[in-house]
Each structure stands twice: as C-alpha cells, then as structure tokens.
C-alpha cells in the first residue's frame, strides 16, 4: 500500500510531528534544494503535472487554480484548516501528526507562486492543532526554514497562524479570507475569484491541508510519478474519514478505485454487530447518500461517485445500519446545516429553518401526509431542479448541499417516511 | 468606557504581538477577542469595546464580529465548559444520551451555567472527532469514545477535583474509548479556561507548572 501523508506517522507513531524525526527523514531537504536549484515555475509546472486535485471538497485541479494568478504582487497563500463537514477528521490527523510536512508543503507552495506571507487557519475547536503547529512554526522559524532569506536562497517566507471561532462557513474560501480580514465571516459573491481578487483584495490561493501536504512528495518525486498513482482524474492518495456504525473507524490513506463494497467490508471491517448496511454517505454530510442495493461495487473514484450523483467532498464516509431512522439522520444533517448559515441567502436562511421544522414535526409523531411534497418543494426552492451537481442561486454552495439528505430519503426510503407520518409516533430527538 | 489600562502587561504583550503578524491591524480582531476573553473572563461589551480600541474599529464594528462565532462566548462561562457534539456520527453513536447524561449529573441544562458557576453545557456541531464518536470537549480540549457513564464520571471528576489545567490526554485516558487515529505521545499543554489553549493568547497551560 502506498502512502505519502501518513508514512512518517505509521513508522514514527510516537514523535512524527518532532521537526528532529521530521529531518532525520528527508524533511526540508526538498525545500532546501528547490530554493537552490528551481525556478518558482518549475515548483508549480511539477504540481500541475502531478494532476493533484484540491481534498477541500470541490476536487479543483491545484495546477489549473495556480494559473489563475495574475502578475500582481503581494500575493496571499491561505491554508485552509477549517474542518468542519460532518464526518471528516483528516485534517486535524495530518495537522497534530505531521505538521513539518505541512508546512515544508506551505514553503514550496508559496516559493512556487511567488507568495512572502502566508496564513492557516485553523478551526478554533483544534487547540491541540494550533498548538501542535505554533510550536513547529517556531522551530521552523529557529532552522531558517521560514523567515528572511531562507536558507540563504534570498527568499523571505512568514507564516500566520490564525485561529477560527467556531462558524462552519469558514471553510467556504471567501469567508475565509473576509473572517481574515477581521469580518464576519461571510462569503463573497463570485466573480472576483481570490486568484484575482483575495485577501486583502490581492492575487490569492486557497488550499487545503491535505492538498498542501502532498506537495512535498510531489517536488521530491516528481509531479508524472504522482499523476502515475491510481486511476486517471483520481491521482495520487486520499485520506478518508470513515464513520458511523463500521467495526474500525479511522482515517484511510487509499490509492483511490477500490470498490466500495471493499471501503466498507475491508477497510472498515464490516458493520458493528453483523447488521445489515442500510446506507452511507461518501462525501461528507452535504453529499446525496448511497445504499448497497446500487452502489456497493462503484469504484471510489472522483468521476463514478459523481456519476452516481454523488461526490467524494471532503473524504469523509458516514455509514449507517439497519437500525438507523432515516428521517433522524436527515434532520441531523439539516439541523446542522440550518445552524451554521451565515443567512446572507434568503433561500438557505428560510429553507433550512423550513426543512429543519417539517423534519422534526414528523420525528415528534405530528407529520402531515403533505410533509413529503412540502420537504421536496422546500428543496426546489433552494436548489431549483433538485438537480446532481445542483444549481447555485445562493452565494455560496451550502445553501445547496442542505437539501442531499431530503432527496436522498426521498429517493430511497419514501416508504419509510410515509410509514412514520402515517404513524403519527414519536421519535425523541 | 474601554478599559485597556487594566489588562495585564503579559495580555498587552500579546495583544501587540497579535496586532504585528497581519498586514491590517482589522485582521487582528479574532484573536485579540480571544486575549480579551482570557482577560475579562468573557468576550462582554466592556471586552469589545477594548478591541475596538486596539484595532481603530468601532465597537459596533467588533460586535458584528464577536456575535458572529459561536466560541465566543459574550455572557461567559462556568470554570468547565463542556460541550457535546450531536452531529450526525456521533448522533449515530448515542451522543443525545451522553448529552442527557452530562445535563443530569451536572443538574445543567443545555445552553446554561450552573448555578455555581462550575459547569456550562452545550450541545456542539462536529468537532472533528467522528472516528472516535461520542466526542466531548472540555474547554475545547478533547475527549473521544466517551459513554454514558464515562460522561457522568467525568463531570464528577471536574467538580471533585478541580483540575486547574484541563488536559485532554489525562481526561481521554481516565473516560475516553476509541480514537480517531492514534494521538502519540501525552501533550503536556492544556486548557486554562474555556478559551482555546494556545501560547499566542497566552491561554496555554502546562502540566509542569500545575501546583
Ligand atoms: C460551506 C463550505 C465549507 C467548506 N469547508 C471547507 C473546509 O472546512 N476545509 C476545506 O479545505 N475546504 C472547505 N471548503 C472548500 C473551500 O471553499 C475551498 O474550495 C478549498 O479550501 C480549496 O482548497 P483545495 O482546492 O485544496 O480543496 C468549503 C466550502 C464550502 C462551500
Ligand atoms: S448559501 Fe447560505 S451559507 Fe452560503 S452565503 Fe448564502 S446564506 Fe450564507
Ligand atoms: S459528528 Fe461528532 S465529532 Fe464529527
């Protein structure tokens, strides 16, 4: 089995984040070298070759968003460690594990697009990986790996960490740059996009931990042996968080193309007490769900989760058994999402609150037989089609993503949900 | 009024160390509520206003802010903040009966303080720990696989014996159960109060200086 982002954590488990374990195993020599032997260029033309995609949740090709970058200066690199999807704790893994190697992947990354100050941001329940990478920051710093003129290459590198204050919508990139800012964290409307127009109003990437993490392999082994990894549109590793009601829960490190039904029996070793499978989520908690009856032998792939109308989102797999309410998981899931709009929208705003309502009128036995239509109407009006990738009149995407859960139960368990009006029994919640 | 004066000249430090890292001294309104937080014990009126005085903002300025997060927490907090992730894993785990549980030992209801001031219960949005479903926080450190009854007897623990620095690995070792991933070796920093433990803000603890 391959793997890049977690190798020095499985053979190093007790001091992979220590910068002496990070060096006695290649750390910085890479960053050392590109600063003495490659041109800014030739550090970006290796992560566009690589065909690495972004593991924020969009899956953008990193190279492709690197060119985006007009010849304005300064430019802003921002790290975006705001997990926050439901279901995924990949991050916080390679933040608290191996966080040298994040920040050797910030360095290149920022000498490649030509970037003096970059920032992470880092959700504020992740102390422990704030800590972890202030302390690695300093140490950092102490070697000359960051700072004025690094590494005597004359190129000059600061690091900010910021921490978060507990708002999901963060992780979208634009409120993250306004929350930056010193504002309510808020997105922006798009266009400008932060290449053009970011922080500060100036020429900005926005990337995620994991994508970042990569980029130090990718430099010391060559973009083409990246690209060459797994199937083609699925380059590379990818961490996944598996959660639920699987037998080992964990993050994964997986070459991508397994199906499955070998995600979950294998890897996750089955589900607890030999029950039956009744569904999961492959993508975090705004992706449509799957259920065995269709979707145990598609690869796990980018291209044949969103062929099956899903995505792969943030790697975060949320399996459910036989004994789970559907219609509580939804609400859950909608609940969630209802909480954490910003309510710049008016149709995630209401919509939300709206689907979140109908949900718990029917878990408290008081459903009407026209919550099913008035669910699905809801829906329409913040996702009008109720189509796979859906359509955005919102701001930003989360007003959409709220509506997976609804034509997800629709889709598959309508007479489970009919069952429960028709009960008129009530579920605690 | 601000009340700049009265902070602490370690605060004042940091709040200048804050204010240095960013290009715009507006960036440096989240941490300094933080700094302020830690100082003033909430992130109130009279903590804002020493913001805004920080940053050249007005206070109605630093307040759209400030009410915009969820950690910070305006009306303060109890000595321990605990707070209970109800998202969809650890929904899928029984976190609403670690919640329940949590809420009767500690007589607290969701949202509030008790009336001792020692405990402040909420229930939480995914703090990132699915794997290790149910997961808690206290004062944001963490702690993951907790029970029903671990979670009583963690709450018992807090308010038996005090603890002045909050660790997550002591607590995850006593009450917690399955991880997320493996975590290494025991940190030695905690959690002073309910602001995130962090040297920056001067909100980290060490477990060396625990008298
Ligand atoms: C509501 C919302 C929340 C998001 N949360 C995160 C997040 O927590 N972490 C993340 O990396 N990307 C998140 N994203 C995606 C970012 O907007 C952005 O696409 C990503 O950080 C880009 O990095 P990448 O190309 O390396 O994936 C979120 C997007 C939306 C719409
Ligand atoms: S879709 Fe929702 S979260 Fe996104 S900008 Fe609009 S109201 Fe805010
Ligand atoms: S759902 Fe509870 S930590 Fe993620």
């Known amino acids: ?429 | 009024m601000s009340r700049l004066a009265e902070w602490s000249r370690n605060a004042r430090l940091r709040a200048n160390e804050v204010l240095s890292a960013y290009p715009d001294r507006r960036s440096a309104v989240m941490p300094l509520l933080y700094i302020a937080a830690l100082e003033r014990g909430s992130v109130d009126e009279g903590a804002q206003r020493d913001v805004a005085e920080l940053t050249g903002l007005t206070a109605a300025q630093v307040q759209s802010v400030a009410s915009f997060y969820t950690m910070y927490k305006r009306h303060g907090v109890g000595e321990y903040l605990v707070s209970v992730c109800t998202s969809i894993s650890c929904f899928l785990l029984g976190a609403d009966d670690v919640l329940g549980a949590i809420i009767d030992e500690t007589s607290t209801p969701d949202g509030e303080t008790s009336e001792d001031n020692v405990f402040s219960i909420e229930h939480v949005e995914c703090i990132g720990s699915c794997g290790g479903a149910p997961a808690v926080q206290v004062n944001y450190e963490l702690v993951e696989g907790i029970t029903e009854e671990k979670a009583r007897e963690l709450c018992r623990w807090l308010y038996g014996s005090r603890p002045k620095i909050v660790l997550s690995d002591e607590m995850q070792q006593l009450f917690g159960g399955t991880c997320s991933f493996d975590w290494g070796p025991a940190e030695e920093s905690g959690a002073i109060s309910a602001v995130p433990s962090l040297e920056a803000y001067g909100s980290a603890g060490r477990e060396s200086q625990q008298p």
Not at chain 1, 165 to 187: D, F, H
Not at chain 1, 228 to 255: C, D, Q, W
């Open chain 1, 1 to 429: 089995m391959t793997s890049i982002l977690t190798a020095r954590m499985n053979e190093y488990p007790r001091d992979s984040h220590e910068l002496a374990t990070y060096e006695a195993t290649g750390g910085y020599t890479i960053l050392r070298k590109a600063l003495a032997e490659m041109s800014p260029e030739a550090v970006v033309e290796e992560v566009r070759a690589s065909s690495l995609k972004g593991r924020g949740g969009a899956n953008f090709p990193t190279g492709v968003k690197w060119g985006f970058l007009p010849p304005l200066y300064p430019r802003y690199l921002v790290i975006n460690a705001d997990e926050s999807e439901p279901g995924t704790f990949k991050d916080r893994q390679l933040l608290e594990r191996d966080p040298h190697q994040l920040i050797e992947g910030i360095a290149l990354s920022a000498y490649g697009l030509e970037v003096n100050h970059a920032f992470i941001y880092v959700r504020g329940e992740y102390p422990k990986s704030a800590r972890r990478i202030e302390r690695a920051l300093a140490e950092a710093r102490g070697e000359g790996y960051l700072g004025k003129d690094i590494l005597g290459s004359g190129y000059d590198l600061e690091i900010t960490l910021h921490l978060g204050a507990g708002a999901y919508i963060c992780g979208e990139e634009t409120a993250m740059l306004n929350s930056i800012e010193g504002k309510r964290g808020e997105p922006r409307i798009k266009p400008p996009f932060p290449a053009v127009e970011g922080l500060y109003s100036k020429p900005t990437i926005v990337n995620n931990v994991e994508t970042i993490s990569n980029v130090p392999w990718i430099i010391a082994n060559g973009g083409l042996n990246y690209a060459a990894i797994g199937p083609e549109a699925s380059a590379g590793t990818r961490m996944f968080s598996l959660s639920g009601h699987v037998k080992r829960p964990g993050n994964y490190e997986i070459i991508m193309g397994m199906t499955w039904r070998d995600f979950i029996y294998d890897l996750g070793g089955g589900i607890r007490d030999e029950r039956a499978l009744k569904c999961w989520i492959p993508g975090g908690a705004s992706a449509p769900w799957f259920i065995p009856d269709l979707h145990l032998d598609v690869p796990v792939t980018i291209d044949d989760t969103a062929t099956h109308g899903s995505m792969l989102g943030s790697g975060a797999v949320i399996v459910m058994d036989e004994t789970t309410n559907v219609v509580a998981a939804a609400h859950r899931i909608v609940r969630f999402f209802s909480h954490e709009s910003c309510g710049l929208c008016t149709p995630c705003r209401e919509g939300t609150t709206w689907l979140e309502n109908v949900l718990l009128r029917i878990l408290s036995g008081q459903g009407r037989s026209i919550d099913m239509d008035l669910l699905l109407d809801i829906s329409d009006n913040i996702s009008p089609g109720l189509k796979w990738p859906p359509a955005q009149t919102t701001i930003c995407p989360l007003g959409p993503s709220s509506v997976s859960p609804i034509t997800s139960i629709m889709a598959y368990f309508r007479a489970e949900v009919e069952e429960m009006i028709a009960s008129q029994e009530a579920i605690i919640v």
